[in-house]
């Protein structure tokens, strides 16, 4: 079988143990003979260990870790978009700046009431040259600044329309590659869970398995002779 690797424990509690875990034989801490995948995604879903391949590489044991790497292997690189520089930003600033020093200052109409009450027209007239408004009598006068201040006021508020990213012709629309990732993302969460469903299930029955060997391995680990109370009648598969 060509995926097969061997376990090494790397719980503290049982670093360098030599004896046997489930259906595993183990010395000095790494399993004799190499064991099948689905033994060790087994084993490591009761407790720690890594993956030692043929060369000495390890990595983290278990299915979910395993469908980390695979879903890293084949997430596409994702292009970064040019970000906007301190002296565009700054320009941005600036020219905002001027844009509301043109406009002039909205006043309401207790306020242009006032102004007609001590300067009368002529008071008036000054302030409706800034909206571009003119007219001869006060209450139509200031009815039209009132609307002119409306209008200028909305537009400040309406939003801009979304600029759209510069992305490089060569690469897949930024959108695409968003989805593509959305939908990778779900169906690795959704085999994750049922790895973690299937390993909870197999650990439930492999420490139910294990259960009767627990008192010994309590008097045994006080006793400092852990190896002696660890048996087992299954033999480790080739």
């Known amino acids: 079988m060509s995926d097969m690797k061997h376990l090494k ?28 995948r689905h033994i060790r995604d087994r084993m490591a879903a009761a407790m ?9 590489n390890e990595q983290p044991a278990g299915a979910a870790h395993r469908m980390i790497r695979e879903y890293a292997e084949r997430a596409a690189p994702i292009t970064e ?8 930003k700054n320009a941005e600033i600036a020219a905002s700046q001027v844009e509301l020093a043109k406009t002039p200052v909205v006043l309401s109409r207790f306020e242009l009431e006032a102004v007609a009450s001590k300067g009368g027209i002529k008071g008036l007239r000054e302030i409706g040259n800034k909206w571009n408004v003119k ?17 200028a006021v909305a537009k400040t508020k309406k939003p ?5 990213p510069v992305v490089d012709p060569a690469d897949p629309a930024e959108d695409d590659v968003m989805a593509q990732i959305a939908a990778e993302k779900a169906a690795r969460d959704a085999e994750i869970l049922a790895a973690e469903q299937r390993q909870a299930a197999e650990a439930a029955e492999f420490l139910a398995a294990e259960k009767g060997k627990e008192e010994a391995l ?17 033999t480790p598969q080739e």
């Open 9 to 36: 424990v790397v719980d503290d509690k049982w670093k360098g143990y030599t004896g046997a875990l489930g259906i595993a034989e183990f010395k000095d801490g790494i399993s004799v003979y190499p064991l099948p």
């Open 48 to 56: 720690n260990f890594v993956e030692v391949d043929t060369d000495g």
């Open 81 to 88: 978009l040019a970000r906007q520089t301190d002296g565009e």
């Open 135 to 151: 007219h001869r009598a006060i209450p139509t006068l200031i009815e039209m600044i009132l609307d002119a201040q409306d209008k």
């Open 160 to 164: 801009e329309a979304p600029v759209e």
């Open 218 to 234: 309590k008097d045994a680990a006080a006793s400092g002779d852990l190896a002696a109370a660890v048996s087992t009648d299954e």
